[in-house]
């Protein structure tokens, strides 16, 4: 492979002759490579942290999975990049739509700017809603861990994924679809088939097990067996997250949920649309319950007297119109609602009971999407360079993660 240098969204890339594996643990919040590390689950992170870069980094807002995995290819917070969750009213079509096509993402990618320099690009993703965003472009492999059995050469870049890999296509609901995930790249970097490889897992674990549970310290032990494979490689490595990942429950374990558009309805009046964001096929993980909605009021002159209220509403935290959205949340204001609302760390946002089917949900609830889950950890397989030693000190971001890892090791 050879070195090379491109631009993209404003940054110059100069990336090394080495193999370049950027690692995005879904859901991922310190507690849980703390408690691993702490029980000896993970040597080869640890040895990594050790030896490397470990630190806390700003993940975007809301967050959830789609908005920042598209930060993290595109280098750029929401406002620029356009996808601000899984789910919006798409103020043109009127209507309530999935975000997850590439047509709401504004900017070009890192991974197809690497891609055209002359890299040999691969994004693994477990989810394939993740595939169809973020794959735009990109000339290369992008393949995704749900639908590894359907992936062609015209279409994926790739064909006889399950043989490359030596995995079956796994189920979405599981700890394999992570685990699939890498050892696709451990494949693929070991084959020759890519040297500049962008793997994003799921959460299904982290919103089943907090960080102590058996099941969860297995799961990252089986993540750390394939993380040392990639650094064995001779890959410089960077793991980091989307999100973070809270208990949402009362003193009784019970789900803590507020309603709102139940709520604010009987305040202000019918015509009151919640949206939660979170919205996916993938209810079993959270019942679309998350920490953070938008809200669109029928009656504009009732924004400022609504936000005071949602202020003073036990359980929220913060309260955004949508100018404020923008510019402290660095949200896309014409995707958002009238007001914006974060919750506290053990609440999520609802819209009204019969929206959100909690029998779904294997186990406690779980969920992501407000400022408590926002900060996650990076770790890097080389120590920094003084630039970028600097910039780790200051607030570094979980999208600027390409940046770090190409610009910012020493060599
Ligand atoms: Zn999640």
């Known amino acids: 492979m050879d070195e ?9 890339f100069r990336v090394p002759a080495k193999p370049i594996v950027v690692v995005c643990i879904d859901g991922c919040g310190d507690d849980y490579l703390a408690h691993a590390m702490l029980r000896d689950c993970m040597p080869r992170l640890r040895e990594m942290a050790r030896t490397g870069f470990y630190g806390i980094v700003r993940g975007a807002l809301p967050s959830f999975t789609n908005v920042n995995n598209a930060s993290i290819v595109t280098g750029l917070p929401p406002s620029a990049h356009g996808i601000c969750g899984n789910y919006f009213l798409d103020a043109n079509l009127g209507e ?28 693994v993703t477990a ?20 639908k590894a059995n359907q992936a062609r050469m015209e279409t994926h870049g790739i064909d006889n994924v399950e043989q490359i890999v030596g995995h079956p296509t796994p189920p979405i609901y599981s700890a394999d679809a992570s685990l699939f995930v890498l050892r ?6 070991e084959q020759g ?15 089943r097990y907090a960080p102590w ?3 969860s310290l297995e799961f990252h032990a089986a993540l750390d067996v394939e993380i040392g494979r990639l650094l064995d490689l001779g890959a410089i490595l960077a793991c980091t997250a989307d999100h973070g990942m809270n208990a949402k429950a009362d003193a009784a374990g019970r789900p803590n949920v507020i309603y709102l558009e139940t709520e604010l309805a009987e305040r202000f009046g019918p015509g009151v649309r919640v949206i939660c964001p979170i919205t996916d096929p993938y209810v079993v993980h959270h019942g679309a319950l998350g920490s953070a909605v938008t809200v669109y009021l029928s009656d504009a002159s009732c924004i400022e007297e609504a936000r005071r209220w949602l202020l003073g509403r036990p359980g929220v935290s913060e309260v955004y119109d949508r100018l404020s959205a923008g510019s402290c949340l660095e949200l896309p204001v014409d995707r958002i609602g009238d007001l914006f609302v974060l919750s506290e760390r053990n609440y999520v946002l609802g819209r009204t009971p019969k929206d959100h089917d909690l029998s779904a949900l294997e186990g406690p609830l779980r969920s992501h999407g407000g400022r408590y889950e926002q900060m996650v950890p990076l770790v890097i397989s080389r120590p920094l360079n003084r630039d970028y030693q600097i910039r780790a000190a200051g607030d570094p971001r979980n999208f600027e993660v390409f940046d770090f890892v190409c610009n910012g090791v020493t060599e």
């Open 193 to 207: 088939l890519s040297d500049f490889l962008y793997l994003s897992l799921t959460d299904y674990m982290q919103h």
């Open 184 to 189: 696709a790249g451990v494949a693929l970097l």
């Open 127 to 146: 989810k394939e809603k993740l595939r169809d965003i973020l794959s735009v472009d990109l000339q290369g492999i992008a393949v995704s861990a749900e």
């Open 96 to 123: 309530e739509v999935m975000m997850n096509s590439p047509k709401y993402l504004n900017s070009p990618t890192i991974l197809s700017h690497a891609s055209a320099a002359g890299r040999r690009v691969a994004m």
């Open 4 to 12: 090379i240098s491109f631009h993209s969204n404003g940054r110059e």
């Open 213 to 215: 549970e058996a099941e």
